[in-house]
């Protein structure tokens, strides 16, 4: 059940408290507490012993996987449903020319395509509002 609060939507339950922490989070902390140091240099005398998974555990905290970043390069301007194919252009000369990794574009065209939609059904409410000022008209 959705409630309205201060002019917000909120469901009847709002969650846990921000900063509150589960149970078992803080009972292992505690257990936990002091050993790190140990525990770390285990982990590392293990992955250089050759344990997999002391190993892939020690990398992923010397390089982690990548995060998503923010890519930049030139976009035409979308006004509307029919500039979309001029933006998918601009997006596959921007992975030529090396601006852009082929991973980057087909999440950017993700974006592009999600505004398109967004644009043509925009521009499908005009049309039919201004059909049914035409038939009022003729009324």
């Known amino acids: 059940m959705l409630r309205r609060v201060n002019g917000q ?3 009847g339950n709002s969650g846990r408290p921000k900063g509150s922490r589960n149970k078992a989070t803080i009972a292992i902390e505690s257990l936990l507490q002091g050993q790190a140091e140990a525990l770390t240099q ?3 005398t293990k992955a250089l012993e050759g344990d997999s998974m002391a190993l892939r555990l020690c990398m992923e905290r010397i390089a982690p996987a ?3 970043h923010p890519v930049s390069f030139r976009l035409p301007e979308m006004n509307n449903a ?3 194919s001029e933006v998918a252009g601009s997006v596959l000369t921007a992975v030529s020319k090396g601006e852009l990794t082929p991973i980057e574009a087909t999440r950017v065209m993700g ?3 999600g505004y398109r939609r967004t644009l043509e059904l ?3 409410e005009e ?11 003729f009324t």
């Open 82 to 84: 029919t500039d979309a």
């Open 122 to 124: 925009t521009e499908m």
């Open 66 to 68: 990548p995060k998503d």
């Open 42 to 44: 285990t982990a590392i």
């Open 127 to 137: 049309r039919l509002q201004a059909l049914e000022n035409n038939l009022l008209d």
């Open 111 to 113: 974006l592009i395509n």
């Open 9 to 11: 939507f909120s469901s």
